[in-house]
């Protein structure tokens, strides 16, 4: 635990008492984050950012009020503790308000690879150049690189309230990204490629390179096609896509403010057999991993779908007190200058038994879904969506045509109840993961 931190907050709660607190609680983190990006074999951009601060919240009687400030100074964070009081006493009182008590063990996590600080500025540039070069490499139609990119950030967080909770982590993570554009005689599409890591050695130019090439390659002379009702098979990237919009109904927060597509649905089928959706704070190598929560509360792997049947909800301590339970350690704050919601950590659709190819070579007619578009546009109270979509179709158990143009519509809740295959190819997007899925029948709206 870093010492110099440790002081701060302390200093802070103590303050918070004389200013009027009954409890308190501080978060502190210092983070730095590096971009660089590569066009043509030159450098675009080095980027370095640095953040650093602490976030105050205080509670008495039910009243909470929060301030932030990036000085830690002993006359601001004095300020800052008379105005996260003088805010509390501007709310109304919810006996809710609660902090989480004193932990004697929390999970331990190795999150942190001292070779992403170590490795030199220039050999990561280097990286992103190797990447470039692969990419055009790959075929003589990827005419030109977007962008080739390398990225990392270090974080290191202290937690500590009035209760007795004192957590510490320090955590580094990097990654990879490159966009596209292959062109022939009659056509021009886009491919991108990306993969973050919590361990630098981890991370391959060679395989982001290519699958961005092949993406943007596999779509060349893509046209639109006639409306049908066929199978649909999903490709991860794709597939995170319609879990997050089922993400937010999972949400304790959703239910209580009857905004959940599931709300009194726990122990029903809500979703097809083949179905178990997980939020796993603790995933070894998950980029969302921590040892606790924006609270405080130890990180935990908690199965909201299993088999197709709804488990349970995700929640903070409010929610938790609101709703008679137990916080599954999902207070998410990502920075410190916010009061932590409720939110998923490493949130995925757990792995299926058949490989990408086996899902697409039973299907005598139908598509796969290589790209959608306007997934925002999507009502996550109602679960209804409509998107635009790309894709490749299949005929007799083989990938054909290329697609575009066409609109693919449903209801979440119809989606997920229509799955009839999993793959085993779990792909990560950030925090969110999926494998390939297979929908039964969907609507494929086109010409």
Do not use: W
């Not at 805010?87 to 009182?93: G, L, M, R």
Request: with cysteine.
């Amino acid at each position: 635990m870093n010492a110099s931190l440790l002081k701060v907050g302390e200093f802070t709660l103590e303050e918070a008492k004389k200013a009027g607190a009954k409890e308190a609680e501080v978060y502190l983190n210092e983070a730095s984050e590096l971009t660089i990006e590569v066009r043509n074999d030159k450098i675009e951009t080095i980027k370095l950012a640095r953040d650093k601060g602490l976030g105050l919240r205080v509670f008495t009687a039910g009243r909470t009020g929060f301030a932030f400030c990036t000085e830690l100074t002993p006359e601001i964070l004095r300020e800052l503790t008379r105005e996260a009081v003088a805010n509390a006493s501007q709310t109304s009182a919810d006996l809710n308000n609660i902090l989480p008590g004193k932990v004697s063990v929390y999970p331990s996590l190795d999150l942190y690879d001292p070779e992403i600080r170590k490795t030199p500025v220039e050999e990561k540039v280097e990286l992103a150049r190797r990447m470039e070069k692969i990419a055009q490499a790959y075929d003589a139609r990827i005419k030109i690189i977007e962008s080739s990119t390398y990225q990392d950030e270090e974080s290191e967080t202290l937690l500590i309230n009035s209760l007795g909770v004192a957590a510490a982590c320090q955590s580094a993570s990097c990654g990879l990204f490159i966009a596209v554009i292959a062109q022939d005689a009659e056509d021009s599409q886009t491919g991108f490629a990306l993969d973050y890591r919590l361990r630098y050695k981890d991370l391959n130019i060679r395989k982001v390179g290519e699958e961005a090439s092949q993406r943007a390659l596999r779509l060349l002379g893509a046209k639109p096609i006639s409306t049908r009702k066929v199978a649909v098979v999903l490709e991860p990237y794709v597939a995170i896509g319609f879990l997050g919009l089922l993400g937010a109904s999972l949400s304790a927060e959703a239910v209580q403010k009857k905004r959940s597509l599931l709300t009194a649905k726990i122990n029903q089928r809500v979703a097809a057999q083949e179905v178990t959706i997980i939020d796993d704070g603790t995933l070894p190598d998950g980029l969302a991993s921590c040892p606790f929560d924006g609270e405080g509360v130890p990180s935990q792997r908690t199965i909201l779908i299993q088999n197709g049947v709804l488990q349970g909800f995700l929640h903070n301590t409010y929610t938790a007190a609101k709703a008679g339970a137990t916080s599954t350690g999902n207070g998410i704050r990502s920075t410190f200058k916010g009061t932590p919601e409720v939110g998923t950590t490493n949130f995925f659709i757990q792995s299926g038994q058949f490989s990408p190819a086996e899902l697409v070579k039973n299907i005598s007619s139908g598509l796969l879904v290589t790209e959608v578009i306007g997934m925002h546009t999507a009502n996550p109270i109602s679960g209804d969506f409509s998107v635009g979509a790309t894709g490749i179709l299949i005929e007799h158990g083989r990938l054909t045509q290329p697609v575009r143009g066409i609109t693919i519509a449903g209801n979440i809740l119809e989606f997920f109840n229509k799955i009839d295959g999993i793959g085993n190819d779990l792909t990560f997007l950030g925090s969110r993961g999926a494998p390939t899925i297979r929908v039964c029948e969907m609507v494929v709206s086109g010409l």
